[in-house]
């Protein structure tokens, strides 16, 4: 039921709604529940709402995770 | 990358075997059940890690009173918006669907935004939203309500069986009967929670919890970060979702739950009364709360007969240990709602699990 789906907003609506994409599919969603939503934004969707607003780069814990995962693998693999 | 994932694979086999201990790893949202089963992962696991499902389903969660408090005001002649999830829930005296079918009005929602439309269309009937759902979930009901009290519409009142993740998990983490040796946590609850209410898992009962989406890299990866704390002895909260969690949460989305609702005790399917794991609406809204309105008394209920939803719910049997999985359970005709709901646990099983080692 949690499930979230990665929207691009493309235009701002009154009253708190949006235009947003994600694939092919064009949708109304609500952004009462984010910070300053702006057109090109890209949000995580759930039943209607954006409830985030998605971070363009991996956390430095997860880019660590992969440096040990890198480490203890011992697996070798170009890029 | 193929690469990438190849490499996260062995990582996890080389760590659980220098680490040489059986771990149990609950994931507690269905979304990562069904995403674990789907991609294959659960096959690529070392076996000495197990992963089993916790009450992470909503739906299945609902306790049966609740269901008939629902129920219970159609028969009264109010219209009912739900989630499409929550239609085909059993409970003694039917389901949602089955009054539908019956000729009372059931509305679906895919946002709780819908209800405030069916009460814009409808003035002059009562229009109540079943607000079913965790953390996630709930922002969007409390924008629903603050929304009906700034328009000014008086027929739309909402149900709240909004649930609270942490003590639910708290109190599976501290189960004597459940031996759980690290927690997946659900990456769309913490998105909205942050980090910090899923600290205790590390500080007080000295498991390992990682945050976690739910593509099958995300669960991979969390995986492997369990391994990791457990291979070094060194149990703490992490998330592999930061693109999507932030430490601190959504702060709007809090502080719109905490204008809108207030934490009450809540009661759990399989687990019973939760200290603080509900939310319910607040004095200030009291006027939108359908309990208030149609004075409900929510009796706690009985599960259907040899149901083991309960025990499913808090890893304590996996589906096929429930004598009705497969025979008299099925997703055509479910007995229990983890059946029900294409996120619960035995649903999942049905649909994935052919005799996968356990």
């Known amino acids: 039921m949690c499930l979230a789906v990665p929207h691009t907003i493309e235009t701002l609506l009154d009253d708190g709604r949006a235009v947003a994409v994600a694939g092919a599919v064009r949708t109304e969603i609500r952004t009462d529940l984010i910070e300053n939503p702006?057109?090109?934004?890209t949000v995580l969707v759930h039943a209607g709402f954006a409830i985030e607003k998605l971070a363009p780069e991996d956390s430095k814990e997860l880019l660590d995770l992969w440096e040990e995962i890198r480490r203890v693998s011992g697996v070798d693999y170009a890029g | 990358m193929p690469g990438d994932l190849r490499a996260a694979v062995e990582a996890l086999r080389r760590l659980a075997e220098e680490s040489a201990t059986a771990v149990t790893v609950m994931e507690v949202c269905g979304t990562h059940t069904v995403s674990a089963f789907r991609s294959?992962?659960?096959?690529?696991l070392p076996k000495s890690m197990r992963l089993i499902s916790g009450p992470g389903c909503p739906v299945c969660v609902t306790d049966q009173?609740?269901?008939e408090a629902a129920l219970s005001l159609l028969r009264r002649g109010v219209v009912v918006v739900a989630y499409g999830d929550m239609f085909k829930v059993p409970s003694a005296s039917g389901s949602l669907a089955s009054m539908r079918g019956e000729g009372h009005d059931v509305r679906t929602a895919t946002s709780a935004m819908d209800a405030l439309r069916v009460a814009e269309e409808?003035?002059?009937?009562e229009v109540v939203f079943l607000g079913v759902g965790f953390e996630t979930t709930a922002p969007a009901t409390a924008t629903l309500v603050r929304e009906a009290r700034r328009k000014g519409i008086?027929?739309?009142s909402v149900l709240s069986f909004h649930k609270r993740t942490p003590p639910a998990v708290e109190a599976l983490a501290g189960a004597a009967d459940v031996q759980i040796s690290a927690f997946l946590l659900p990456g769309h609850v913490s998105v909205i929670t942050g980090h910090e209410?899923?600290?205790?898992l590390a500080d007080r009962f000295g498991l390992p919890a990682v945050i976690a989406g739910f593509d099958p890299e995300q669960i991979l990866l969390a995986m492997v970060e369990i391994a990791r704390q457990i291979r070094a002895g060194a149990p703490e909260l992490r998330s592999v979702y930061g693109t999507a969690v932030r430490p601190e949460g959504n702060r709007k989305a809090l502080g719109l739950l905490d204008e809108v609702f207030s934490v009450r005790d809540a009661r759990w399917r399989g687990i019973g009364l939760i200290p603080d794991s509900g939310y319910g609406l607040r004095g200030d809204y009291g006027d939108f709360d359908a309990e208030r309105r149609f004075s409900l008394v929510i009796v706690p209920g009985t599960p259907p007969a040899g149901c083991r939803c309960g025990d499913v719910l808090t890893g304590r049997i996996t589906p096929p240990q429930c004598p009705l999985?497969?025979?008299a359970c099925t997703p055509l005709s479910p007995v229990g709602p983890c059946m029900v709901s294409s996120e619960g646990t035995c649903g999942a099983y049905f649909r994935f699990h052919r005799e996968e080692r356990t």
Do not use: K, Y
């Not at chain 2, 209410?197 to 205790?200: A, I, L």
């Open chain 2, 122 to 125: 409808n003035p002059g009937r």
């Open chain 2, 197 to 200: 209410p899923f600290r205790f």
């Open chain 2, 40 to 44: 294959g992962l659960r096959s690529v």
């Open chain 2, 65 to 67: 009173g609740e269901i």
């Open chain 1, 38 to 41: 702006s057109p090109g934004d």
């Open chain 2, 325 to 327: 999985f497969r025979t």
């Open chain 2, 154 to 156: 008086a027929n739309l």
